[in-house]
């Protein structure tokens, strides 16, 4: 389901349509066709990506070959490599199309001026970045304590519109596991 930038903003962060004018002048749009890149490692990120119809995903790959999916955002989501935007530095991370995707390009300039001319974006921004933080830690928590079920339910919770829109071996991917384990734990979740 599509849901444009303005929308969101209007809908969550309190945003007058009077804030949406001003910002028809600076807020730019991409589009990205399926297995597109939209961030490659060692490139600096300068910007957030909005997904307003579509599927992204931010991965990393290691010295064997193998890819590690850190994140996905579907219609709704933000995804970026916040410490390179933060810092400037070259991103350890790739991001790609999974689907044709359309974004909505938010640069640091941007954020500010949202954050100057609305009180109420601030503190939403504000909210996001601790949300964000929440879900890294209860990932990183379920990487190292959770079963391969508990992850996979976890998945489940976290994106439940996903599961029919992204290989197994991608779901794999993210939950740490092998395909043919998530295939295993799939057939004990059908039992139960």
């Avoid at 064997?64 to 916040?82: L, N, P």
């Avoid at 530095?89 to 909505?104: G, L, M, Y």
């Avoid at 954020?111 to 974006?121: A, D, K, N, V, Y």
Wanted: proline residues 3%; neutral net charge; charged residues 25%.
């Amino acid at each position: 389901m599509t849901k444009n930038f303005s929308t969101y903003l209007k809908e969550n962060a309190g945003i007058t349509d009077d804030v949406i004018e001003q910002l028809s002048g600076k807020l730019q749009f991409r589009e990205f066709q399926k297995g597109q890149f939209v961030l490659n490692e060692g490139q600096v990120c300068k910007q957030f990506f909005y997904v307003e119809k579509g599927l992204l995903r931010l991965y990393s790959i290691d010295c064997a070959g193998k890819e590690h999916i850190i994140q996905f955002a579907s219609e709704g989501w933000f995804i970026s490599d916040r410490s390179s935007v933060y810092f400037n530095k070259p991103s350890a991370f790739f991001i790609d199309a999974v689907e044709d995707t359309r974004v909505a390009l938010l640069d640091e300039d941007l954020i500010c001026f949202l954050g100057e001319i609305s009180p109420q974006f601030r503190k939403y921004n504000e909210h996001l970045l601790q949300n964000h933080i929440r879900h890294l830690q209860n990932r990183v928590n379920l990487l190292i304590s959770a079963t391969a079920e508990s992850r996979y339910l976890d998945f489940i919770k976290l994106y439940p519109n996903l599961t029919q829109r992204v290989p197994q071996w991608m779901i794999a991917s993210y939950l740490g596991i092998t395909p043919e384990s998530l295939s295993r734990v799939r057939k004990e979740l059908v039992k139960k």
